[in-house]
């Protein structure tokens, strides 16, 4: 069965960094697009960034772009998100998300990720 | 951004109850809906793809309508289970955005 685990959550001061990962089990990672989705306590869903199969292509929110990398290595199955200069804002359990589609990425989420909880706060 | 509506915001209904859920669209996503539940500290669940899809495993109270603006969903006979949060989302464009949650709650 599908199996999706993040790890790598924490408390970080604002302006430091923090990387996520995602251990994906259960399927073809490497078939797979890939993504980031986080909720802010007591908030709804916000998608952050998506990974195609082989890494090729990149998108991101407009709120992380440029302080936030996805990476993946299909080679250990492991989806990353490398966050810096983080904000208050950006305080919210963090899911990865398998993509629904087979190759192409059709950008909704069949198997979600237990989450992993990052707090921002001095 | 395509801004996604959703209403109520918040419900209460009887086990037994049919339910339903609307999701509108700022501009037309043609049939690139989709439906989540989430519970409680739990991950979401997708429920219905494209608009009115069943996601492998789901239960056939589950239904979704609807295309271009507005969408809904639809629980024919709610069951204690089905308390919890439903967010609509477009994958019609980047940034994939979501609705901002319904919460179904028992009466």
């Known amino acids: 069965q599908v199996q999706l685990v993040e790890s790598g959550g924490g408390v970080v001061q604002p302006g430091r960094s923090l990387r996520l990962s995602c251990a994906a089990s259960?399927?073809?990672?490497?078939?797979?697009?890939m993504h980031w989705v986080r909720q802010a306590p007591g908030k709804g869903l916000e998608w952050v960034a998506v990974?195609?199969?082989?890494?090729?292509?990149?998108y991101y929110a407009d709120s992380v772009r440029g302080r936030f990398t996805i990476s993946r290595d299909n080679s250990k199955n492991t989806l990353f998100l490398q966050m810096n200069s983080l904000r208050a804002e950006d305080t919210a359990v963090y899911y990865c998300?398998?993509?629904?589609?087979?190759?192409?990425?059709?950008?909704?989420?069949?198997?979600w990720g237990q989450g992993a909880l990052v707090t921002v706060s001095s | 951004d395509i801004q996604m509506t959703q209403s109520p915001s918040s419900l209460s209904a009887f086990v037994g109850d049919r339910v339903t859920i609307t999701c509108r669209a700022g501009?037309?996503?043609?049939?690139?809906l989709n439906w989540y539940q989430q519970k409680p500290g739990k991950a979401p669940k997708l429920l219905i793809y494209?608009?009115?899809s069943l996601q492998s495993g789901v239960p056939s109270r589950f239904s979704g309508s609807g295309s271009g603006t507005d969408f809904t969903l639809t629980i024919s006979s709610l069951q204690p289970e089905d308390f919890a949060t439903y967010y609509c989302?477009?994958?019609?464009?980047?940034?994939?955005?979501f609705g901002q949650g319904t919460k179904v709650e028992i009466k």
């Open positions: 259960g399927f073809t990672f490497s078939s797979y697009g």
């Open positions: 989302q477009q994958s019609y464009t980047t940034p994939w955005t």
């Open positions: 501009r037309s996503i043609s049939s690139y």
């Open positions: 998300a398998k993509d629904a589609g087979f190759g192409d990425i059709l950008y909704y989420f069949d198997y």
């Open positions: 990974i195609s199969y082989d890494g090729s292509n990149k």
């Open positions: 494209a608009a009115s």
